[in-house]
């Protein structure tokens, strides 16, 4: 079964530093990717996301993620964080084939950037 | 960018009543969504739906549950009855392509 793994449930940088939140996932071929992100009491937001070509893209607000295929990997980075980043992200697989499947998500990293 | 609402905002019952989560999804997607998520763990994908039928659903979504776009402006999430392992929050999606998430109903059973 597909599934996607967030190592880390918590990361606590200071503003202006750089970011990155860490994405595996298992599936026999290389899926749709996507990077989410949710504030309070909103709903999720998409950042960016991955079909094919270029491994490094780029999304909203200063995010890209790398795909790797031999890692099976789609980590998130920031070059320098901003209080406002401060949320959850989710990292979530499209299934199937079809960009409209069914989304299986991470578990989430929550993202605390302090002054 | 486009807004998926959802209503209510919070619901709390009783166990074994009936709920009905409401969907104002984006005006023009034709793909509709439901996931849940209990506190403390990641989102799981319960049921989608097009053209009036479902396409998939997954374990999660139980014979209480249902769904259906009456009038082609909500989409709905039912359950009947209502147990206490339905407490969580639910979130609508919709999509022509990407998914666009609503801010979640959480639902709390007693």
């Known amino acids: 079964a597909q599934s996607v793994t967030q190592p880390d449930a918590r990361v606590t940088v200071s503003e202006g530093a750089s970011l990155q939140l860490r994405c595996k996932y298992s599936?026999?071929?290389?899926?749709?990717l996507f990077w989410y992100v949710q504030y309070p009491r909103q709903g999720l937001q998409m950042l960016l996301k991955?079909?094919?070509?270029?491994?490094v893209v780029q999304g909203v607000n200063g995010f890209e993620a790398e795909f790797s295929k031999s890692d099976s990997s789609f980590h998130l980075r920031k070059a320098s964080v901003h209080w406002s980043d401060s949320a959850v992200y989710f990292c979530?697989?499209?299934?199937?084939?079809?960009?409209?499947?069914?989304?299986?998500f991470g578990s989430g990293t929550r993202l605390q950037v302090y002054a | 960018g486009p807004k998926v609402l959802q209503i209510p905002s919070h619901q709390i019952i009783d166990m074994g009543q009936m709920v009905t989560l409401n969907c104002d999804p984006v005006?023009?997607?034709?793909?509709f969504y439901w996931y849940k998520q209990i506190l403390g763990q990641q989102m799981e994908f319960l049921v989608n739906?097009?053209?009036?039928?479902?396409?998939?659903k997954s374990k999660l979504f139980k014979d209480q549950f249902s769904v259906e776009r009456p009038d082609g402006s909500y989409f709905t999430l039912k359950i009947q009855p209502t147990a206490l392992e339905d407490s969580a929050v639910y979130f609508c999606?919709?999509?022509?392509?990407?998914?666009?998430f609503g801010p979640g109903t959480r639902l709390t059973v007693l």
């Open positions: 739906f097009y053209n009036g039928k479902v396409m998939e």
């Open positions: 005006s023009n997607h034709l793909y």
């Open positions: 599936y026999s071929a290389t899926p749709y």
């Open positions: 979530a697989v499209s299934e199937g084939t079809q960009v409209v499947g069914q989304l299986t």
């Open positions: 999606a919709s999509s022509l392509g990407e998914q666009y």
């Open positions: 991955y079909y094919s070509g270029d491994p």
